[in-house]
């Protein structure tokens, strides 16, 4: 598996068998967990290299580790 991706844990036949993990972080805090396949995370990088104006300039980078011990990123 890729760094930065996680397992399908309970893949239906069709479904991909990982995704990227992406948590969000709104104006209020609120936070909402999303999962990326490859081509959505693709077009999301390209859309943010291709207009690095809207790109905040301040953010918040963070990993955790899994309840497991694993590093995720």
């Keep these: 598996m890729a760094k930065g991706k996680i397992k399908n844990k309970n893949k239906k036949p069709t479904a991909n068998e990982e995704y990227y993990f992406v948590a ?5 805090g609120e936070v909402t967990s999303l999962l990326l396949t490859e081509v959505e995370y693709n077009r999301a990088k390209a859309r943010a290299e291709n207009n690095p104006e ?11 580790e899994h309840k497991d011990g694993k590093e995720e990123s």
């Design 24 to 28: 969000h972080v709104d104006g209020d």
């Design 54 to 64: 809207d790109v905040p300039e301040h953010f918040i980078v963070f990993h955790q």
